[in-house]
């Protein structure tokens, strides 16, 4: 058995627009997966998702979809279960080129689901580690990286960038611009993450952003606006300057909302932010419903955001030096 587990992420600037080759600086946050990979001696795969749904369920089945197992849970919940699963468990069958191996896989994470904290990037990097690890290979953060990207381009029907999984492949700061992909130096970061307790539809979302961008020049401008928000960020970002990280964060926003990404919840719980003083806010990831990142050394936006309705959770999050760990 070998368990690997990878962290979650924020988007201080950047994300939609990254996918359009813009620059995005995503942060690791110290909320990770892990993913335990065991072995089998069939080919079949077998996934026990703890936290998938409230219930947590296991899934079982022969690697085609034909062969699905007749289990209690709905069709949609099993495909979201297994599509990330499936294809990092191929990625790693192709790079160690063991096409018949099976395995069995159980995934825990404390990053919600579908809620702009990067889980589908968190356990797509924990199960490549781990499950090329059972099979007596050790791979760098750099192929890690590259393979989880390859896994959430597949299943996001071509549509993702490097971003969030070199992020969660290498933890700390980093910069990602179409293939190039760095890590950068960031200041300790006083984030507060606040979590209305839904999700969005990452696919559905890159695509509205997609079509807003074919149809109108104005919308394809603003894609390029965020690139030159992400610019001036990475010098605040040097500069250490909380103040103006707080200014472009909140502009950010302001042009992801104008893109169709935010909700009703996340422009609450950003305006609930600014009302408490944080230097600044923005929803992070996908959008659509799910978290906010905002940026306040004080314990005023936490405790505002706990009892702003439509906020489910507040709570600060530290920077995850590392990515990938190795835990067995
Ligand atoms: N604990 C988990 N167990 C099994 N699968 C998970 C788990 N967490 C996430 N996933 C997979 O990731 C999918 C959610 O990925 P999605 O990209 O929509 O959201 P996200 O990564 O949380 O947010 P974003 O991409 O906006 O940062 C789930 O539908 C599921 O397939
Ligand atoms: C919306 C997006 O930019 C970030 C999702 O966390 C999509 C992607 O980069 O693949
Ligand atoms: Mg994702």
Redesign the pocket.
Known sequence: MAVSSAPG?VYLFGEHAVVYGEPAVPCAIERR?RVGVEQRADSKLRVH????SLDGFTVEYGGSTDDRPDVDVSESLIS??M???DEAIAQVRDVTDEDEVGFDVT???D???????????A?VVAAIDAAARELGVSLEADEIAERAYRTEHEV?DGQASRA?TFCSATGGAVRVEGDDCRSIEAPDLPIVIGFDGG????GQLVAGVRDLREEYGFAADTVEAIGDIVRRGEEALADGDLEELGRLMNFNHGLLSALGVSSRSLDTMVWAARDADAYGAKL???GGG?CIVALDPTPETETALSFTPGCEDAFRAELAEAGVKRLE
């Open positions: 992420k997966a998702a703890e936290d998938l979201a279960a599509g990330y699963v995934i825990e994470s990053i919600p689901l579908g809620a702009g904290l990067g889980s589908s990037a356990v996001q969030d999700a969005g539809d990452t992070t990831g996908a799910g």
